[in-house]
């Protein structure tokens, strides 16, 4: 339909610097258009990975277009595996965010923050010395949980021997 123009190499500093103010006005759409421009040009420029991988975790829960397998095909382009950890984790607090925005069962939302806190404490083993990044994010999905009464673990099913082909019954 549209041949997209091609910005210059020279311009990607302001073009990611704009994508970061979009993204803290509130428009990770027009943040995402910014960082495609950028990769177009400059594939492994980790800034617009990082920044587009924001972008799209910003939209979880506001746009149907945009799930949780976008921002994850992002993760192997970065070359870092504190990055590649780190980010990992913030996608899964945020679609676990996004599901309780949409108010899905508590135990749904339970489980993203619980994968995203494993993503976190392999990141913290992983952090620069004076990065405590990961654990700043650990104990906001700590804190997230502990506060909110609806986010728990999904109740566990009470034992039920129909359906088994035996006779025996199980153990109580």
Sequence with gaps: ???LKLISAES???ALSKAERYRLLN???EAES???DVLRIDSQNR???VTMLLALTDQFGHD???DIGDARELLPRLHDGYEQAYYAGVICERWGKAQLARGVPGYAAYDWFRQAMGWYEKAESLSPEGNDDAVLRWNACARTIMRRERIEPAPAEPLDDSG???DVPLLK
């Design 164 to 166: 088994l082909v035996d």
């Design 64 to 66: 149907w277009d945009v």
């Design 27 to 29: 428009e990770p759409r």
């Design 12 to 14: 990607i500093p302001a």
């Design 34 to 36: 910014i960082c495609e």
């Design 47 to 49: 800034d617009a990975i």
């Design 1 to 3: 339909m549209f041949e």
